[in-house]
């Protein structure tokens, strides 16, 4: 089985930030020669909210820190997997909507509260 980030996504557009995300990482496997290596799920709409998944392989997200090389080790985070969820943050483009990453597992964690 591979190792995966599942990533939360809230977003008050649906189709702009999804399409975004999925050109980005569609970018990312061809810079770094992946193919079918993540996965968005549909929507669920609440409270004025999109919320999603985004399904990621570790492999990608390895490939990509080896590629950034010192680039991707200067970014904000304590692990691997924060790294690139600042990373993605930072390439997805904020015009007319509201969009947040959380990583699916630590959302679960009684930090957050039991779901």
């Known amino acids: 089985m591979e190792e995966r980030i599942n990533i939360n996504v809230s977003a008050t557009d649906y ?3 999804s399409k975004a995300i ?15 290596d993540f996965i968005v ?9 999109h919320f999603y998944v985004v399904c990621v392989n570790m492999v990608l997200v390895r490939k990509l820190s080896e590629q950034l090389g010192p680039d991707f080790e200067r970014i904000k985070g304590k692990t ?7 990373w993605l943050d930072q390439k997805i483009p904020r ?11 630590e959302m679960e964690s009684t930090k957050y509260g039991i779901f």
């Open 95 to 105: 015009d007319n909507f509201r969009l947040k990453f959380a990583i699916k597992e």
């Open 41 to 49: 799920t549909d929507s669920e709409f609440a409270f004025g909210w």
């Open 15 to 17: 189709e702009i930030t």
């Open 80 to 86: 691997l997997e924060h790294k690139f969820l600042n």
């Open 22 to 36: 999925i050109s980005t990482l569609s970018k990312v496997e061809q810079m770094v020669h992946g193919e079918n």
